[in-house]
């Protein structure tokens, strides 16, 4: 009957113990490649902090803001059922031409300044009459109503506008008749514009804006529409060098990026060249032991015996694997004294025999630095003797 054989928990530790260091000897170089990079890192933090160039920014010294709409109103002037001979009516969407022929209409910026030391709000008032087919003006007749300036730090500035609406139907139609001829879509309008200026010592700004409010007579009434209020900006800016500031995070976080890499990259650099994980021999053989152990545990039978196997065995396998292929190739079965360590294959009279080789002894990084590691000559590079043991 065969018994598995198992290993104590110490040496399990072992092992992991050996695995550990060959792994983190074979990759050293990326912990010394990560430390570069994190040095390297930290120099730029260092050098972006203590370099970095002036900035311009553009800043408003000074501005007008406004915002402008037409309001509209008319006076009843003849006798009605409904309205009382001089109501004035306000905002209405129908007046009747009859009651109240002239529409009272007024322009009204509101405006703020910041920071100015002279400004001009001036808004201008036209009366229009045009005709148009398919968006194209075919003729067009403006005339000037009122024009208002304030220089006022603040306030508002109104410009009011009386309009005949019959009397603007009938120079619509003596301009036509004039012409010989309708054509088109006949228009009314009051449009204004406004000019806003604003000073700040030697530097000016300057803005315009246009706004219309349309009138559209009919037999008996007019229907007025105007646009929602404009708003609109004058700003004054001017450039200035910003310095920068020196940030304390930026520079102390690349101090602690560039000396912590500097050390890890060196650390890990020194201990892989001092060889300080580097296995050597004897443990090399114990993991290669262990393995091959692990790998051939159902061609070995544990048998205890009262005596060691004597000698007179006729050879000795270099290591466990060889002496199990050997009992493969031969039908045999690979005998394991636990008692006295040692492993048998006999086989037409003829005994073989392996010897397990004796734990390495306890390891200590503090030990591994100062030990001069001068590997020899049957040894071979580190590379080759940690590859034979890799599972």
Known sequence: ???????????????????????????????????????????????????????????????????????????????????????????????????????????????TTVGLTDQTVTVTLEQVIQATSDDVVLWEDRTAVTTVTTEAQTGEAVATASVDVPNLTAEATAIEDSLGAAAGETEFFIEATVEATGTVDDQTGRSATTDTMTIDPDASTFTIEAGDPVSEQVAITEDRTVEPELSVGQLFGGVVFLLGGILVGGFVGGVRLRGAFELTEQETAWLRYHRDRDEFEEWITTITRSEPIRDGYDGTAASLSDLVDYAIDTDNAVVYDPTHGRYLVAADQARYVYDPPEPPAAWSLRDALVRETTPSPEEGPQEERTAEADE
């Not at 928990?9 to 010394?32: C, F, I, K, T």
């Not at 408003?60 to 009843?76: D, K």
């Not at 002037?77 to 969407?93: I, L, R």
């Open 1 to 111: 009957m065969r018994e598995q054989t198992t290993t104590t928990s110490a040496d399990d530790g072992h092992l992991r113990q050996l695995r550990l260091r060959r792994l983190v000897h074979r990759w050293a170089w990326v912990g010394v490649v990560v430390g570069l990079i994190v040095a390297g890192a930290g120099g730029w933090l260092i050098v972006s902090a203590t370099t970095a160039e002036p900035t311009t920014e553009t800043e408003t010294v000074g501005s007008l803001e406004y915002t402008a709409g037409f309001e509209h109103e008319a006076t009843v002037e003849e006798p009605n059922a409904v309205f009382p001979v001089g109501t004035t009516v306000e905002a209405q969407p129908i007046y009747y031409t009859t009651i109240t022929p002239t529409l009272d209409s007024r322009y009204v910026v509101e405006y």
